[in-house]
Nanobody
Framework: QVQFVESGGGSVQPGGSLRLSCAPSTNIFSFFIMGWYRQAPGKERELVATLTSGGSTNYADFVKGRFTISRDNAKNSVYLQMNSLKPEDTAVYYC????????????WGQGTQVTVSS
């Protein structure tokens, strides 16, 4: 079973920054795409950013210019750098990855809480 170890969540004031980390239990290049989603209380889970194995990125409009998704091949990790955080960014953030090789499918981390409040 593929697992993710997420870290980096916490509480920050508006305008602050956090960096989320996600380390899968398998090689990150075994995922054709990895990304971050978030879910705020009472809301549906929504896409934040994705990164393909080829290096292409995609961002939700509400984080463009503020968040950056990246990876460190040597550390086998994917990151989400979050700057200029707003209270509406408060949510549980989930790392996810999709594989076409065994075991195939979509895999999710357990989530890490991000709270933006003054």
């Amino acid at each position: 079973q593929v697992q993710f170890v997420e870290s980096g969540g916490g509480s920050v004031q508006p305008g602050g920054s956090l960096r989320l980390s996600c380390a899968p239990s398998t090689n990150i290049f075994s995922f054709f795409i990895m990304g971050w989603y978030r879910q705020a209380p009472g809301k549906e889970r929504e896409l934040v950013a994705t990164l393909t194995s080829g290096g292409s990125t995609n961002y939700a409009d509400f984080v463009k210019g503020r968040f950056t998704i990246s990876r460190d091949n040597a550390k086998n990790s994917v990151y989400l750098q979050m700057n200029s955080l707003k209270p509406e960014d408060t949510a549980v953030y989930y790392c996810t990855g999709s594989r076409l090789v065994f075991p195939r499918g979509d895999f999710w981390g357990q989530g890490t809480q991000v709270t933006v409040s003054s």
